[in-house]
């Protein structure tokens, strides 16, 4: 799976974020232990930055897996 990650909207939850079918969302908690203030410039500046690391997670819980901390956190939404 070397998807590319799509950075899909920042909401009240958090950050969601796509690779090939699946869609994850990155929680707010998560952005607000990563950054000083959570913003939408800031967690898509994040996400680019982490995009290898998101990559990881996904794959992680696609396959069933926890992944890693800090991106534990990070949830399974679904298939676009």
């Not at 799976?1 to 990155?26: F, K, Q, T, W, Y």
């Not at 897996?65 to 949830?75: C, L, M, N």
């Amino acid at each position: 799976m070397a998807e590319e990650i799509e950075i899909l909207g920042v909401d009240h939850r958090g950050l969601s974020v796509g690779m090939g079918p699946h869609v994850a969302l990155v929680p707010k908690a998560l952005l607000a232990r990563e950054m000083t203030e959570v913003t939408t410039d800031g967690a898509e500046e994040w996400a680019s930055a982490m995009r290898n690391e998101l990559a990881a997670a996904i794959t992680a819980l696609v396959q069933g897996a926890v992944p890693p901390s800090p991106f534990d956190g990070v949830t399974l939404q679904g298939e676009g």
